[in-house]
Every structure is written in structure tokens, then in C-alpha cells.
């Protein structure tokens, strides 16, 4: 319930929806802020469909890219779109276009005009890049193609003649960081297409920028929520009348441990997700098939023979890979950085006080880690369920997000006497967080 | 009679007395132990395009250890082996063998060919599908074609030996089929009576192994690696038999 509530509170009376706490923002802003949720909301989206495409084992469906089978990717006929697996991986590459063009347009409304140029110069820039590519021969004309693609987008968001305030704070150089990770995260895409049967090192490059497209997939998704965040009259107010960063000399101890709880199930959460991303794309199905026991163990036998029973005794449908030692290994990590993170998640939720932001952030993220507990159990239970599969990948995506806002709002608490120098803020008593005091 | 004529006659009678001496290896493979059961391909059954090509009441299921009733095993390859073997294969010349996609399931699943044989991929059903093979020999080269509905057959290539290459399709998840390339034309696949016939061997002593894709996998190879029952055999003019056990645990 209270879990609930915190999500309500925190994230969906944001000021976009209601003029709710919106007292310290123009219009201007709460329609930046609106477009920033709604960024945040397709990356979730496109988070979501990338997880099915794994989850169905259908990246190489379309096997050409920035084309569809040969065609314009905004031209494949609907009939080919529909069928199997193309589906997944087609819409992935168009909902993941629409991404990159919101997060171009959102870049250019927080740089403000003075993003203007830069924007015309590295559109220009890139599609003179694209052209070059394809000049240089067929292997690069995906990359060209992607490029110059871009690199017209970005003309035009340069180009467009609307003469708008750069954004506060650090929020222009976190939309700098967003429009330059969703290019790198879209070329990863594409280069996990094209060059997929390519072997480095007895690495398949497939495999590898899947887990690395993955993983930064993720990232995005946490930093275009915390411009969402950051764009908040919320946090506008959080920062600007009622808290400020703590100095060292006023800092109180229990919130420099609550900080490093929030950080290190952060940073838990992260290698989690690297975990998974790792275990996913490597194609091979469920290396363990039973939970809670491993293979009717609490520690699976990872002996030759057993490996070579599992595999004879394993029947899969979609991922024909056989499993290693390695695998095994790796699902039996998963299972201990899960306890670890919902032990370090509930350490940060204990230590909360009641009513504080903290508290809500805490509370929502403790029901996320069990719901993702929940879903990660269920996974294997129905035999890699590719619908359940992907509900966990979006629900660790929304536990990595919310370990990140607490960690950006227990960063920025202030304690001690600065908080009692707030203390005369209308809105004291929703952000007043005494956390382990 | 000129010199080239003599020679190609000679040639010929060499040939006619191979074929004249060379004998049939045949065999049974029977499988000891219990297979896992099967499973259901559901995301077939459920595919908008691919269930309704399934027959009314069917469920297609995968096939991974296909038994008679008496324990006979198919899809098992069996090869011979020796150094004499080596490179002996025809088949750029051999006719090429035929791998259809039916109902969204390849047919046969489990084939093997001649380096060097054309291997026809047809498209039988009313949707699209594309072919991916996924070598693990590096003398082999990855590729992934689409292939439309009523779309002319591809054509494939295997140049190196190879156990078990995959061929997928990646709109269709569930289906696989697995080729093993051989450079020589003694090998054969186990019917489902799990009976086999290698087809004029030359008389001589040989190795000869049997390969079931699940039961020859080599623990922890990635990319995956086989090893099967091996036996020795000696072929005589009147051919040799020999069959095979392989085991489940």
C-alpha cells in the first residue's frame, strides 16, 4: 500500500498532469518537463520491446539495418512487418527512432537557442559523415545510412527558429549526454544486427554489443528520467528553497551511511543488470530450470557429467544453445545479488523516516525488488515465458531508475542546521526528510 | 585406340571395379534409456501466421530424440572415418539435397551433406521466413537470407566439415534444422526404424561413428562440439554391419 502511494505521489502527480507544487515554474518549463516524462516514457516503452525481442530470440529477424529487408525502415509493407518475430525487432527499430528524435527535441529545448549551432554543425557534420560511409563501400552503408538519417534530424532541430532559455543547472549538459548516448545506443543497435556473426577475440560481436546495447539501454532509460526529475517544479523546489547539498561539517553520520545504502543497492542493481543482460544474450534458455533449488540442490552440480545430463535432459524451444558450467555459475550469481539487493533495499527503507520523500522512494522500491523477486521466480517457472521474461527486464529497468532517484535525492538532502534554515518553505512538511535521525 | 581413350577406359574400369567390389554398411541404432519427453511447440500453435498451417487437432512438438517403438533411434548420423576418406567428396557433382519449410517447421530436422553440395532451401508455406546458418568452423561463413512466400529456393554451400550446423529462422523462433557437412559420401542419417545404409564403400578397414545431436554434444564446448559412439569395421565386397548403442542417462 504504501508502496503504492509512494509511486502516486512521487511520480504521477508530477507537474505535467497537475498544477500540483508547480507554484515555482512557468508554463514554459512545465511543458518541458511534460515532454521529458513523455521521453522517459517512450524509453520505457522501448526498453520494454527490446526486452521481447531478446526474450522471443528474434534480433536477427530483420536481418539488414538501417533497412528492413531492403526497404526504407518507415517503408517495409505491413504485411512483412506482421509476420513473426519481424514484429518485435521492426517495431523495436521504429519505436527506438521515435526515441531518438524526442531526445533530439528534447536536447534542443533545455541547450536553449544557444544549442542552435552546435546542433547545425554536428547535423552537417554527420550527414557529411553518412555520405562519406556510403562513398566508402558496401560495408558501411548501414552506418551511412544511420548517420546521415541523424544527422538530418539534428539539422533540423538546430534549424528550427524558437528562441528558448537554456535550461538550469545542469539539465543542458544531461541533454547533451542523453542526445549523444542515443546516437552511440542506436549505432550499437544496428552494429548488434550487422556485424552479429563477426568473431573477435572468440567473442561473437553479436552477443557482445546485445549485452552492451543492453545494458546502455538501461543507463539511457535512468538518465532521461532524471532530466524528467530534474525538470520537476518538485525538484526545482527541493533544491532551490528547502534543501540544499549538505556541506561535510553539518553532514550527520547516519545520512552519509543512508547515502552509501542507497549507492551500493544502486550500484548492486546495476551489476544485476549486467548480469542479466549477460545471461539473456547468450541464447541458451533457462541454465537452471528449478527455483528456488538449483537443479533439486541448493548448490548445483557443475561437474562434466552433470553438465552433460542437464543438456541431454533439457528441452527448449526457441533457444537452441546448449548451457555451460559458466552459465550455470552465472544464474547462480543472479540468484545471490538478488537477496543482496532486496536485503540492502529494505536496509534503505528501514532506515527512512516516515513521510520523507526518501521514505516513498524507498517504499516503491522495495515493492519493485519484490515484484522483481516475484517475476524472476516466475521466469523460470514458466520455462522463460518471454512476456514474463520481459516484465522483469522492465521492472529491474524501473528498480534501476528508482535507486537512481534516491540516490540523486539522498545526495542532495540537506541535514543539521542548513535544514532548520529551510525551515520556513510552504512545503516543508512534504519534503522534510529526517531520515535515521 | 589413342592414349586419352585408353586412359578414360582404363579410368572407367577402375570405377566399374570399385562399384564391382564395394560393399553397403548398414546397421540399426537403438537407444538405451528414457529421452526427456517432449514438448509442445506452442509459439508455433500461437503464431498468427504459422498456427493456421497446422492440421485441425495437431500439435506439433519438437523432435528431439525420435524412438520407435522398440527403442529404434533416428536422426543419427553416422560417418565413416579414415585418412583415405579425406577430401573424397563429390559434392560439387552430387545432385543437391532438399531442405523444405513446412507448416513453420524445417523438414527434415536433422540432414547431412558433402562439402561442397548444394543444399536447396524451399519455402513450402505461405509466409515468410529467413535462413540463417550459424557455422561454428571458421571455414564456414554465417549467412541470413529472407525468404518470401512462393519465393524461389535458396541455395546453400557448406565448404568445410562441420557437426551439426545450424540452420535458423529468426522470425520463426522455434524452428532449426542441423546440417552435417562430411568431405566424402560415406556417411548416412538412421531412419525412424533407426536403420541406415552407407552405400558403396570401397573394401578396407575404417572407423565409423554414430552421432546423436543431443547425446554426442561435448560438455561446456561453446561453440558446440561432438563426439559420438565410434566403432571399427571392415568392409568386404559383400559390405559390413554394424550397429550401434546410444545411451541416455
Known amino acids: ?437 | 585406340m589413342s592414349l586419352k581413350k585408353s586412359l578414360f577406359a582404363l579410368a572407367g574400369i577402375a570405377a566399374l571395379t570399385q562399384f564391382a567390389t564395394a560393399g553397403n554398411v548398414t546397421g540399426k541404432i537403438t537407444l538405451k534409456g528414457a529421452p526427456p519427453a517432449e514438448r509442445e511447440i506452442t509459439p508455433l500453435i500461437e503464431d498468427a501466421g504459422c498456427g493456421k498451417l497446422v492440421p485441425a487437432g495437431e500439435k506439433p512438438k519438437t523432435k528431439f530424440f525420435v524412438v520407435g517403438p522398440n527403442n529404434e533411434l533416428a536422426d543419427v548420423v553416422v560417418t565413416l572415418k579414415g585418412d583415405n576418406l579425406k577430401g573424397k567428396s563429390t559434392g560439387a557433382s552430387a545432385p543437391p539435397i532438399v531442405l523444405d519449410q513446412k507448416a513453420c517447421e524445417y523438414v527434415p530436422q536433422i540432414l547431412a551433406a558433402q562439402t561442397g553440395q548444394t543444399i536447396l532451401v524451399k519455402n513450402s508455406d505461405p509466409v515468410m521466413h529467413n535462413v540463417h546458418t550459424t557455422p561454428a568452423s571458421p571455414g564456414n561463413k554465417e549467412e541470413n537470407r529472407g525468404q518470401a512466400a512462393g519465393a524461389p529456393d535458396l541455395k546453400f554451400v557448406i565448404p568445410a566439415q562441420e557437426n551439426f550446423l545450424r540452420f535458423k529462422c529468426d522470425v520463426h523462433p522455434w524452428m532449426f534444422a542441423w546440417v552435417t557437412a562430411v568431405d566424402h559420401p560415406y556417411f548416412a542419417v538412421s531412419g525412424k526404424d533407426g536403420t541406415f545404409t552407407i552405400k558403396d564403400v570401397p573394401p578396407g578397414k575404417y572407423k565409423i561413428e554414430a552421432m546423436h545431436r543431443r547425446a554426442a554434444l561435448v560438455p561446456n564446448s561453446r561453440p558446440a562440439e561432438y563426439k559420438g559412439v565410434e566403432k571399427e569395421i571392415e568392409v568386404t565386397a559383400d559390405g559390413a554391419v554394424v550397429d550401434f548403442t546410444i545411451e541416455v542417462k
Open chain 1, 1 to 437: 500500500m504504501e508502496a503504492a502511494a509512494s509511486s502516486q505521489r512521487l511520480f504521477l502527480s508530477s507537474d505535467c498532469l497537475t498544477a500540483n507544487g508547480s507554484m515555482n515554474q512557468t508554463a514554459a518549463q512545465r511543458w518541458r518537463h511534460c515532454f521529458a516524462v513523455l521521453t522517459a516514457l517512450a524509453t520505457l516503452i522501448l526498453v520494454g520491446i527490446g526486452g521481447l525481442v531478446t526474450s522471443h530470440g528474434v534480433g536477427m529477424a530483420v536481418p539488414d539495418w538501417p533497412t528492413s529487408y531492403g526497404y526504407n525502415m518507415f517503408a517495409l509493407p505491413i504485411s512483412t512487418w506482421l509476420t513473426g518475430g519481424i514484429f518485435h525487432e521492426h517495431t523495436h527499430r521504429v519505436v527506438a527512432t521515435i526515441v531518438g528524435t524526442l531526445v533530439v527535441a528534447l536536447m534542443r529545448w533545455l541547450g536553449g537557442n544557444a544549442s542552435r549551432r552546435p546542433l547545425i554543425i554536428i547535423g552537417m557534420a554527420e550527414i557529411l559523415a553518412g555520405l562519406g560511409l556510403l562513398a566508402i563501400g558496401p560495408d558501411w552503408k548501414g552506418a551511412g545510412h544511420f548517420l546521415s538519417g541523424i544527422g538530418g534530424v539534428v539539422l533540423l532541430a538546430g534549424i528550427v527558429w524558437v528562441k528558448n532559455q537554456t535550461a538550469e543547472g545542469k539539465l543542458p549538459t544531461l541533454g547533451w549526454w542523453a542526445f549523444w548516448l542515443v546516437q552511440l545506443q542506436g549505432l550499437l543497435g544496428g552494429l548488434r544486427v550487422v556485424l552479429d556473426a563477426h568473431i573477435v577475440a572468440d567473442v561473437r560481436l553479436g552477443t557482445a554489443f546485445g549485452i552492451v546495447h543492453g545494458c546502455l539501454g538501461q543507463a539511457f532509460l535512468v538518465l532521461v528520467a532524471i532530466i524528467a526529475l530534474m525538470t520537476s517544479g518538485w525538484w526545482h523546489r527541493f533544491v532551490q528553497n528547502d534543501f540544499k547539498p549538505a556541506t561535510g561539517a553539518n553532514e550527520l553520520p547516519q545520512s552519509t551511511l543512508l547515502r552509501r545504502w542507497f549507492l551500493f543497492a544502486t550500484v548492486l542493481i546495476s551489476a544485476q543488470l549486467l548480469i542479466g543482460a549477460t545471461m539473456r544474450h547468450q541464447h541458451a534458455g533457462l541454465a537452471i530450470p528449478d527455483f528456488p533449488l538449483a537443479y533439486g540442490a541448493l548448490w548445483p552440480d557443475m561437474s562434466t557429467e552433470a553438465i552433460a545430463k542437464y543438456n541431454l535432459q533439457r528441452v527448449e524451444i526457441t533457444e537452441a544453445h546448449p548451457i555451460t558450467a559458466f552459465q550455470i555459475a552465472l544464474q547462480m550469481v543472479h540468484r545471490i545479488v538478488a537477496l543482496l539487493i532486496a536485503a540492502a533495499v529494505i536496509v534503505c527503507w528501514r532506515k527512512t523516516s516516515a513521510g520523507t520523500p526518501l521514505r516513498r522512494v524507498s517504499a516503491l522500491w522495495v515493492g519493485l525488488i519484490l515484484v522483481q523477486v516475484s517475476l524472476g521466480a516466475w521466469t523460470i517457472w514458466s520455462n522463460k515465458a518471454a512476456d514474463v521474461a520481459t516484465a522483469h527486464v522492465v521492472v529491474g529497468a524501473l528498480s534501476l531508475v528508482t535507486g537512481a532517484y534516491g540516490c540523486l535525492i539522498s545526495f542532495r538532502r540537506l541535514t543539521g542546521n542548513r535544514f532548520a534554515t529551510a525551515a520556513d518553505s510552504a512545503s516543508k512538511t512534504v519534503l522534510a526528510d529526517r531520515i535515521s535521525v
